[in-house]
């Protein structure tokens, strides 16, 4: 059964930094994508970065693009989402995921992925 596990998150100010983690576990993802996305109340899940588990060609939001780094440690198989100058508008629940990909056309939609883990909160103050 695949398990998909996220840490990190929590209250911080604005312009500060965050690193989220994600432990996998019950398959290999050899040739899969991983990646975040994050929901804010009252809006719709959206795409963070994206990973290829074996390659690593990253993509990312434009929102977030020069301050998020998306990166993956194989041996752990774990992946991690750096953040950096936090904004207040990036306050949400933060959900790791695993589809079936290595094409970067795909690595944004929601219908790629095929595992989700539980989220976390990230918090932004002004």
């Known amino acids: 059964q695949v398990q998909l596990v996220e840490s990190g998150g929590g209250l911080v100010q604005a312009g500060g930094s965050l690193r989220l983690s994600c432990a996998a576990s019950?398959?290999?993802?050899?040739?899969?994508?991983v990646g975040w996305f994050r929901q804010a109340p009252g809006k719709e899940r959206e795409f963070v970065a994206a990973i290829t588990w074996s390659g690593g060609r990253t993509n990312y939001a434009d929102s977030v693009k020069g301050r998020f780094t998306i990166s993956r440690d194989n041996a752990k198989a774990t992946f991690y989402l750096i953040m950096n100058s936090l904004k207040p508008e990036d306050t949400a629940v933060y959900y790791c995921a695993a589809g079936r990909t290595t094409a970067i056309a795909t690595m944004k939609s929601l219908n790629t992925y095929d595992y989700w883990g539980q989220g976390t909160q990230v918090t932004v103050s002004s």
């Open positions: 019950g398959r290999t993802f050899s040739n899969y994508a």
